[in-house]
């Protein structure tokens, strides 16, 4: 009879234990589920770099020191539930470059295409300086996709600017006083400008590289010049 009990219970306590499962799962489905929290969409992107020259003639001599600035605001498209998606944007690029004991001859109307020239007034500094109000367009992958401000993202995308403003600004001594010249010098600056660009990072920080399609001046109103820059990228919300 104890042997039989004993066989009994050995049959019967698993089924209890599965029964009382089910029913702890029937009651933990009708919970109300956490909600879903949307991830950011990188909507604010702020690019610092160096920014040089990499092709010019021999005659255009620009300063190791460059830099470019940047700000864009986008809208994320994502491609459906996979982990890639689609941005476009639009913001500002500001290009600074230090000649190196030279000057840019544009502004003057008797010229006809922009001139490096020698630096005869020995400018303690001197400038170049092209902002481009541009539009972004990029391709995203990334591998959190419930929160971007965390894990790996990458981009590559094309840059579509037209030119904003440019101009010169020479720093000198007069007098033993600081002087300051600025001429606008858009007159033969590309109205246009293209680049590819590229981004890898983590989180909030990528580093990015851009490189131009389009030269500076426009074809044959001044030397060939084609820029490129890398930087840092932050990015959020």
């Not at 039989?4 to 019967?12: C, D, G, Q, V, Y």
């Not at 539930?81 to 689609?86: I, L, P, R, V, Y």
């Not at 902002?131 to 591998?143: K, T």
């Not at 007098?175 to 001429?183: R, T």
């Amino acid at each position: 009879m104890q042997r039989i009990i004993a066989i009994l219970a050995f049959l019967l306590v698993p089924s209890y234990v599965l029964l009382a499962q089910d029913g702890t799962d029937k009651m933990n489905s009708g919970a109300v589920p956490p909600a879903i929290s949307k991830p950011a969409r990188d909507f604010v992107m702020l690019k610092f770099g160096y920014n040089n020259w990499i092709q010019k003639p021999d005659s255009v001599k620009n300063k190791t020191f460059n830099y470019t600035v940047g700000a864009n605001l986008c809208y994320d498209f994502p491609i459906k539930k996979s982990k890639f998606s689609f941005a476009v944007g639009l913001g500002i690029l500001t290009s600074v470059n230090y000649l190196d004991q030279q000057v840019l001859r544009s502004a003057d109307t008797a010229v006809q295409a922009a001139q490096f020239l020698a630096d005869t007034t020995h400018y303690k500094r001197y400038k170049f300086v092209t902002a481009y109000v541009q539009a972004p367009f990029e391709l995203r992958y990334f591998s959190n996709t419930v929160n971007r401000n965390k894990g790996f993202k990458a981009a590559a995308g094309l840059e579509i600017g037209t030119l904003l403003g440019a101009h010169t600004k020479g720093l000198t001594s007069e007098d033993g006083a600081n002087a300051k010249f600025k001429i606008d010098t858009k007159r033969f600056v590309s109205p246009w400008n293209f680049a590819a660009t590229a981004r890898v990072g983590w989180g909030n920080f990528a580093i990015f590289a851009s490189y131009n399609l389009t030269t500076v001046f426009k074809e044959n109103e001044g030397p060939p010049i084609t820029p490129a820059s890398v930087g840092i990228c932050l990015t959020g919300l």
